[in-house]
């Protein structure tokens, strides 16, 4: 055997969740929106993670995991959820309408960090409820990229006690909210991922990260397991591109980040366009879009369905050794 790029270019696009990384999400901080230690944060979003109905994701066992450590696994016993608002792709967040035994009502969300500033009007601050500033605002947003450069992958949380006495919420109630911390969490890569990211560029085969992450975490990882990151492009980047400007870019690009489903099958029909045969692997909701539109979708036996169904290849072992 021997490398064919004088043939063609063969290009990998995979996920950074499992593939990359460990696929062990572990909560690492919880903080106020100063950076400080702060327990109610912890119980805000073990709330939103425990009382959710939908597809508990890794994130959400961390955070319970995390808060049953801490014991805080009583307060399930002392609120009743009233309604939810479920997590999409465009607004990047999820909501729970909860009400304790004294009655209260109270709506939670989290989500990513730039989504949730996007719906608050306050923030908890010393313990109290403030106007949201700009200098404000500034001054949280930096305790979230200090630690996301660190290599944290850090979602919001928010909540507001004053909502209507309706029994059904929609998106527009996520709206005047009072931003009250963060919580960051940490999977590291895996070990495996340079030696097979080397075989593969040996045989000709260019590896490309298509994350919905944020690009800080993207690019601590992916220097760690040895793909290039001198050129990175984010999903807000990529909505102000014609197609003939992103195919120039593609061209030295191997990290794409903070992208919608259809924004990574936007990236791989790009990258076909300009030649390349396409393969891509992922294991969740968000991934069948470019699994379809791959010229060989890859999965594994533990992804959701819809992500089965819509492969070419299901791997016994999310690894890209295999």
Not at 122 to 136: F, V
Request: glycine share 6%; proline share 2%; charged share 30%.
């Amino acid at each position: 055997l021997f490398p064919y790029t004088t043939l063609f270019r063969s290009i990998l696009c995979t996920d950074k969740t499992g593939t990359l990384t460990e696929d062990k999400v572990i909560l690492e901080k919880y903080m106020d929106t100063t950076g400080r230690e702060d327990l109610r944060v912890l119980k805000h979003a073990f709330l939103n993670s425990y009382f959710q109905t939908g597809l508990k994701n890794l994130i959400d066992v961390a955070i319970i995991s995390r808060a049953e450590k801490e014991n805080l696994n009583i307060l399930k016993e002392k609120y009743v959820r009233e309604d939810e608002i479920p997590f999409d792709f465009l607004r990047r967040r999820m909501s729970v309408v909860l009400r304790d035994e004294n009655g209260k009502r109270q709506l939670i969300t989290k989500g990513a960090v730039d989504e949730i500033l996007s719906i608050c009007s306050y923030i908890d601050y010393d313990g109290k409820a403030i106007k949201l500033t700009d200098e404000l605002r500034k001054k949280a947003y930096q305790v979230y990229e200090e630690n996301n450069k660190d290599g944290l992958r850090v979602l919001a949380i928010a909540q507001k006690n004053e909502i209507h006495d309706v029994n059904t919420f929609g998106v527009q109630d996520e709206s005047n909210m009072v931003l009250i911390g963060f919580v960051g969490f940490l999977d590291p890569p895996k070990e495996s991922a340079k030696k097979a990211i080397n075989a593969l560029k040996k045989y000709g085969v260019d590896t490309v990260v298509l994350t919905g992450d944020s690009e800080g975490v993207a690019i601590k990882v992916c220097q760690k397991v040895g793909i290039d990151t001198k050129n990175s492009i984010s999903g807000k980047d990529i909505d102000t591109f014609s197609d003939e400007e992103l195919k120039e870019k593609v061209k030295t690009c191997h990290l794409f980040s903070k992208l919608s489903p259809m924004q990574k099958q936007r990236v791989v029909r790009i990258f076909q366009e300009n030649g390349n045969t396409v393969g891509y692997m992922g294991d969740g909701i968000n991934d069948s879009p470019p699994l379809k539109q791959a010229d060989v979708g890859i999965s594994v036996d533990t992804a959701v369905d819809i992500a089965k169904e819509t492969a070419d290849i299901i791997l016994l072992e999310k690894d890209l050794n295999v």
